[in-house]
């Protein structure tokens, strides 16, 4: 079943079409506010799709604009009067950031999203113990009610992953995202096994952009292309301010831009070899960056050996691993995540041991 066609694209194809007929008129926009008595910014938000237009202003453009043809007008006149109409997402305007409820309506009709994120993972991807997590951290001046609302919200979002034509999602995090705990070690638990479950939905692909990848296009920061079933719908590119402002951006060239380094992300996800893992201890999980997918191998098995120097008190613990991997943990809380050695990190760190080079100096 496609995508139903939503106010906030009937906005966007209404603003598009008055700018097309405003621009093949030669009229300014500051002519048309003017005339109208609007700001023109006001005007601009109209022809951009960020907000709707009385049916007054729409009567008296287009006779500005010469359109007198009674079926291109009743069109018209509809898109108006759908782009009224309100989105499910209009009852969460109270805890909205600025500009975010246009980009919610967006996602909400889009066909595909294209994301890379640097910092914490996609909402669409969050449980909901790490958004609320997330959202008490960074939203801190909002009452534990607010932080609920939220996080309602952004559970609510997730139904397009789920829909009878679901939204097709492809998404790129840093591997800092992977490595950032966020809350108790039980969130993130839970956070990774719901990013390997997600992966192997046949609607979305999850890649890892690599510490060992470098520089690359992603460090002005996360964005998203936001894509429309219908191709005469332009692609959306979104970003997002420091404290929160969502910003649309329309433009070809910004749009290519990030189509660009989006592309160029994916490309460099390929080069990941198979020795760049994350471990949580105490999970059965390990999420390994391994190609371009996510995969699992199962540690509920690992055996920890003790050091004979232990006492009841303090122990450094060491698992041999699949691969010839190296696991090392801190006995008294089995819960944190331990280090993870390769055979040649293992053989550098037990020989800088045995030369004291991690010696506590003598006070």
């Not at 789920?162 to 993130?188: H, K, Q, T, Y």
Request: one cysteine or more; aromatic letters at 8%; charged letters at 25%.
């Amino acid at each position: 079943m496609p995508v139903s066609v939503g106010p906030t694209v009937r906005r966007r194809r209404l603003g598009s079409e008055l700018r097309r007929l405003r621009e093949s008129q030669s009229i300014k926009l500051e002519e048309v506010a003017e005339r109208l008595g609007l700001a023109p910014s006001t005007l601009s938000r109209i022809e951009t799709g960020k907000a709707p237009t009385r049916t007054a202003y729409l009567t008296s453009m287009l006779e500005l604009y010469g359109v007198d043809d009674p079926g291109q007008r009743q069109v018209l006149l509809e898109m108006a009067r759908e782009g009224h109409r309100k989105g499910w997402w209009a009852v969460w305007d109270g805890v909205l950031p600025t500009g975010f409820g246009i980009y919610v309506g967006l996602e909400a009709e889009a066909a595909s999203l294209r994301v890379y994120e640097a910092q914490v993972v996609h909402g669409l991807l969050q449980t909901e113990d790490y958004a609320r997590a997330v959202m008490s951290t960074v939203r801190r001046r909002e009452t534990p009610d607010e932080i609920d609302r939220l996080v309602k919200l952004r559970m609510q979002r997730q139904e397009v992953l789920l829909r009878a034509d679901p939204l097709e999602l492809w998404i790129i995090l840093d591997e800092a995202v992977l490595r950032r705990m966020v809350g108790p070690s039980r969130i993130m638990r839970e956070q990774l096994d719901h990013l390997y479950e997600a992966s192997q939905w046949p609607n979305i692909t999850l890649q890892v952009l690599s510490f060992g990848s470098g520089l690359h296009p992603g460090l002005g920061g996360p964005f998203a292309i936001i894509e429309f079933p219908e191709r005469f719908d332009p692609d959306v590119v979104y970003t997002e301010g420091v404290t929160g402002q969502a910003y649309i951006e329309e433009r070809d060239r910004e749009v290519r831009a990030r189509s660009e380094a989006f592309d160029l992300h994916r490309a460099s996800t390929g080069r990941l070899g198979a020795s760049d893992p994350i471990y949580f201890r105490g999970t059965r999980r390990r999420i390994h960056l391994k190609g371009t997918r996510m995969s699992e191998y199962d540690l509920s098995n690992a055996a920890w050996i003790s050091s004979r120097a232990c006492n009841n008190s303090a122990c450094v613990q060491v698992a041999h691993l699949p691969g010839g991997m190296v696991g090392l943990r801190d006995s008294k809380d089995t819960t944190k995540p331990a280090h993870i050695f390769d055979s040649a990190e293992w053989a550098a760190f037990i020989t800088g041991v045995k030369a004291g080079e991690f010696d506590l100096p003598v006070s």
